[in-house]
């Protein structure tokens, strides 16, 4: 079970950090994801991280703003997003796969948090 939080309001230019507690005692076997929806739209990748924490990989429109990161001692993954944008506005959902590598693709992933909210207003 993944449970994201974090989610709210903020300005443009300003920073949140997003959680996603999971439950389980193999969460270092997962990779973990962070995708996001905005109205309207399909859901999209936003970044991954490998089950060690080692190598992460960004969607092109978050790249040296976010970042994602994992605590597999606390079962967490965050998501720190810095200069936030109108268009960055989406529910935010966290996800786990099974399979190796850096995944991108949505349909991989086998588990889904509930989703958080973000909105960034200009």
């Known amino acids: 079970q993944l449970q994201a939080s974090g989610g709210g309001l903020v300005q443009t230019g300003g920073s949140l950090r997003l959680s996603c507690a999971a439950s389980?005692?193999?969460?270092?076997?997962?990779?973990m994801g962070w995708f996001r929806q905005a109205p309207g739209k399909e859901r999209a990748f936003v970044a991954t991280?490998?089950?060690?924490?080692?190598?992460?990989l960004y969607g092109d429109s978050v790249k040296g703003r976010f970042t994602i990161s994992r605590d597999n001692a606390k079962n967490t993954v965050y998501l720190q997003m810095n200069s936030l944008k109108p268009e960055d506005t989406a529910v935010y959902y966290c996800?786990?796969?099974?399979?190796?590598?850096?995944?991108?693709?949505?349909?991989?992933?086998?588990?889904w948090g509930q989703g958080t909210l973000v909105t960034v207003s200009s």
């Open positions: 389980g005692r193999t969460f270092s076997s997962y990779g």
């Open positions: 996800a786990a796969t099974s399979r190796a590598g850096l995944i991108a693709v949505r349909f991989m992933y086998d588990f």
């Open positions: 991280i490998n089950g060690s924490g080692g190598t992460t």
